[in-house]
């Protein structure tokens, strides 16, 4: 059972390139801390954070960490 207040954590990896996107996309990805292909990085599941998500789905690929 998850504590009150503790958020969960989720692994973001960008997996296809951002050229010749959008420059709202590429600032999602560099907002997320996501600069080069196969980089990932670790966040808490925010809404902010998965609003930023939802506009990039097809570049990146999210995992759940327990």
Known sequence: M???GVMKK???TLVKSPI???ERQK???QALG???TN???EV???PQILGMVRK???LITVEELA
């Open 10 to 12: 989720i692994k973001i």
């Open 20 to 22: 010749d996107r959008p």
């Open 27 to 29: 600032l999602t990805l």
């Open 39 to 41: 980089a990932s990085k």
């Open 2 to 4: 998850a504590e009150i």
């Open 56 to 58: 990039v789905t097809h």
């Open 44 to 46: 808490e599941a925010t």
């Open 34 to 36: 996501l600069n080069k």
